[in-house]
């Protein structure tokens, strides 16, 4: 299996004794710059692929065709290992089974599937969740997906913001029965909550939302998390960048004054140059 050596590394991040932070990456560029720069894995966030692909906030209006052929192009571009946000699954549980079909011949190293009720539903100001029950049968439906069983699966629950830690522990434990790889957390701010999910639960944790007092790698190992996320500030240094280098073009400065930019070794270094080269001398013949 092509992608399974990926899969191995992310399984063994899980299972090894530090907690790592991840690479945000969003396309070929990014993660290419992330596996130079030697972060361990990537986190492809439902959120950056909704602006990468469509320039569009977080609000499900991607589709699952879009997130895989984006995830498609970065197992592409790069050997990176990738953990996918595959929100919701993209439907019921049946589409659960889909999603996990596609993110796997995508490439993806794993994928986390969680219980919030997407999109947002008629009259509601506030993110509701589906029932535990519901989100029993997308673990088991996503699961039941992965013709690669190194596939890495990860049960994710938003609960400790939207109803209570009480709440997301009942969750992780019901998730943890069904055979799931990880724990994914979103909402959990302090130590306290941290330790109470950890005690009540076995499995490997992996913290979305990046906050203050969780951000001692020592104290996170301690707690079994094993990848911490620390948002995604790439991409809105992407924009700013492009922002201010359009602006400065379109104030009529002259393009070798600019400020910023990479250079040609980095350019040449992203674009993976050199093997370009070789293959071109190899199959294209010499210069004459
Ligand atoms: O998974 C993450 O990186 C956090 C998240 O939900 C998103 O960015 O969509
Ligand atoms: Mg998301």
């Known amino acids: 299996m092509a992608f399974r050596s990926r899969r191995e590394k992310l399984r063994s991040i899980l299972s090894g004794g530090t907690c790592v932070h991840p690479g945000s990456v969003y396309d070929a560029i990014s993660i290419r710059i992330a596996e130079d720069l030697g972060f361990p894995l990537g986190m492809f966030g439902g959120s950056v692929a909704s602006l990468a692909v469509l320039g569009d906030p977080d609000v499900t209006l991607i589709t699952l065709t879009e997130l895989a052929e984006q995830m498609r192009r970065m197992s592409r571009a790069s050997a990176l290992p990738v953990l996918v946000d ?5 439907g019921n549980a049946l589409n659960v089974r889909r999603t996990v079909q596609e993110l796997e011949t995508a490439g993806a190293a794993g994928l986390t599937i969680e219980d919030t009720l997407l999109p947002a539903a008629f009259g509601e100001t506030k993110t509701q969740l589906i029932s535990v029950e519901e989100g029993i049968g997308k673990m088991k439906a996503a699961l039941g997906g992965r013709s690669d069983p190194s ?5 994710r629950t938003g609960a400790a ?4 830690i009480d709440d997301a522990i009942r969750r992780a434990k019901a998730y943890e029965a069904t055979g799931v790889d990880a724990l994914f957390f979103t909402g959990i701010k302090s130590r306290a909550e941290l330790e109470a999910v950890a005690s009540a639960t076995r499995l490997p944790i992996v913290l979305g939302g ?5 951000n001692a790698l020592h104290h996170l190992t301690s707690q079994r998390v ?3 996320l620390q948002g995604h500030a790439p991409i809105a240094a992407a924009t700013q960048a492009v922002y201010e280098t359009q602006k400065a073009l379109r104030e009529g400065m002259a393009p070798k004054s600019l400020e910023g930019l ?4 980095l ?6 140059e050199s093997d370009v080269k070789t293959r071109s001398a190899d199959l294209l013949g010499p210069k004459k």
């Open 86 to 90: 595959a929100d919701h699954g993209y």
């Open 151 to 155: 596939l890495v699966i990860m049960g």
């Open 161 to 164: 913001a939207i109803t209570s």
């Open 210 to 214: 990046a906050s203050e007092e969780l």
């Open 226 to 228: 094993r990848i911490a």
């Open 262 to 265: 990479a250079s040609s070794e």
């Open 267 to 272: 350019m040449a270094r992203v674009m993976r």
